[in-house]
Structures are given as structure tokens and as C-alpha cells.
T-cell receptor
Framework: RKEVEQDPGPFNVPEGATVAFNCTYS??????FFWYRQDCRKEPKLLMS???SGNEDGRFTAQLNRASQYISLLIRDSKLSDSATYLC????????????FGPGTRLSVLP | EAGVAQSPRYKIIEKRQSVAFWCNPI?????LYWYQQILGQGPKLLIQ????????DSQLPKDRFSAERLKGVDSTLKIQPAKLEDSAVYLC????????????FGQGTRLTVV
């Protein structure tokens, strides 16, 4: 089993749609979690950290379920500019940093 | 605040040649990472430094890849000799020395081996 797995995608959705991405991780001791966004031919950039209580940033909501080792990202009211690959990232190190990336899920928002 | 700097941006070499990439992390960041990203995949960690010491190089193909971080600041990643399957984007990232902060990425070096 891979350490971090994501929905294979791609997701093609119309503008204004709500889309959800799922991510599972295998290391139950993982402590911190992130969603990164990567535009075509660009470097990954942090979208949001994922907290145990869940967190929201505008149209984006991230949820963490430690018992199920599952992370989600919800995008509401999709914009054309949301088109990108979304990478789930897990820090598997209890005491430091060891970031493991998922394969990414590509989103295309269509006019 | 200046970001992570990488050079060159692009490199084309023939197989069996050698190549080197350079990275300058964000000032004050103790941790430096080199990732390899093959088209259509997520970044894969090659090596992680904490200051000038190696924390994790378990996925570095040591027969052909080497990396160093002299003085705990800049880092170089070298491939010698290159293979066709080394064609990828090589991303450098850095982060402060705390567990819950994210990594910041440079723009990467796109390597094509022909």
C-alpha cells in the first residue's frame, strides 16, 4: 500500500460546481497534513494546512479523520482559476519533518 | 522575503553525461529537501538535510546521485552518469525546523535526458 493515496482524477467540472478530493494515508503516527496546489509547469504551493478540527478558507474546506486516516478537500463555487493539480501531503515524522506527497488529483474547471 | 532559488531552470543532456543543480533555500531555514517529480506523479523525496547533515537519503540512487549542503545553506544535487529515466523536474524545498510548518518550493529544474 502506498503511503499517501488520492483520487486518481482527472475531475472535469463546470464553473460554480462543488468538488471534493479524497486522500488516505497509511502511517497512523502522522502528525501534520497539508493540501498543496500545483499549476501546470509550476512548483507546488501551499493551499492550506489541515487541522484536526477541520478548517475553512473562503471556498475551500479541509477535513481530517484520524481514525480513518483520511483527509478531504472541498471546493465550493469552482472558478476557472481553480484548475490545477491538488497534492495531498502528509508529514510522517513525529519529531521533525518528512513530507510524503500523494500523486495528485488534477482538476479542470470548464466554462 | 526571498523564496527558494534554483538554477538552472532547464537542462538538456545526453545519457551518460553528468549534471548538477543548485539550490539556495529561504534564509534561516534549517531543513532542505530535494524532490524528483516525474511527469504526472507527485514529488518524491530524494534527500533531506537538517543544516548540513543528512536526515534521510533512503530514496536517493546513490550509485549515480549525490548531494551536499556545505555550511548548512546552499545545496547541490549531482547526477553522474544520467539515464533516460532521470528526465524529471528536480524541486528544492526548505522549511523552518518545526514539525507543523509547510515546505516552500523553488521553481524547479526541468531535466531532459536524451
Amino acid at each position: 500500500r502506498k503511503e499517501v493515496e488520492q483520487d486518481p482524477g482527472p475531475f472535469n467540472v463546470p464553473e460554480g460546481a462543488t468538488v471534493a478530493f479524497n486522500c488516505t494515508y497509511s502511517n497512523s503516527a502522522s502528525q501534520s497534513f497539508f493540501w498543496y496546489r500545483q499549476d501546470c509547469r509550476k512548483e507546488p504551493k501551499l493551499l492550506m494546512s489541515v487541522y484536526s478540527s477541520g478548517n475553512e478558507d473562503g471556498r475551500f474546506t479541509a477535513q481530517l479523520n484520524r481514525a480513518s486516516q483520511y483527509i478531504s478537500l472541498l471546493i465550493r463555487d469552482s472558478k476557472l482559476s481553480d484548475s490545477a493539480t491538488y497534492l495531498c501531503v502528509v508529514n510522517i515524522d513525529n519529531y521533525g519533518q518528512n513530507f510524503v506527497f500523494g500523486p495528485g488529483t488534477r482538476l479542470s474547471v470548464l466554462p | 522575503e526571498a523564496g527558494v532559488a534554483q538554477s538552472p531552470r532547464y537542462k538538456i543532456i545526453e545519457k551518460r553525461q553528468s549534471v548538477a543543480f543548485w539550490c539556495n533555500p529561504i534564509s534561516g531555514h534549517a531543513t532542505l529537501y530535494w524532490y524528483q517529480q516525474i511527469l504526472g506523479q507527485g514529488p518524491k523525496l530524494l534527500i533531506q538535510f537538517q543544516n548540513n547533515g543528512v536526515v534521510d537519503d533512503s530514496q536517493l540512487p546513490k550509485d549515480r546521485f549525490s548531494a551536499e549542503r556545505l555550511k548548512g545553506v546552499d545545496s547541490t544535487l549531482k547526477i553522474q552518469p544520467a539515464k533516460l529515466e532521470d528526465s524529471a523536474v528536480y524541486l528544492c524545498a526548505s522549511s523552518p525546523r518545526t514539525s507543523y510548518t509547510e515546505a516552500f518550493f523553488g521553481q524547479g529544474t526541468r531535466l531532459t535526458v536524451v
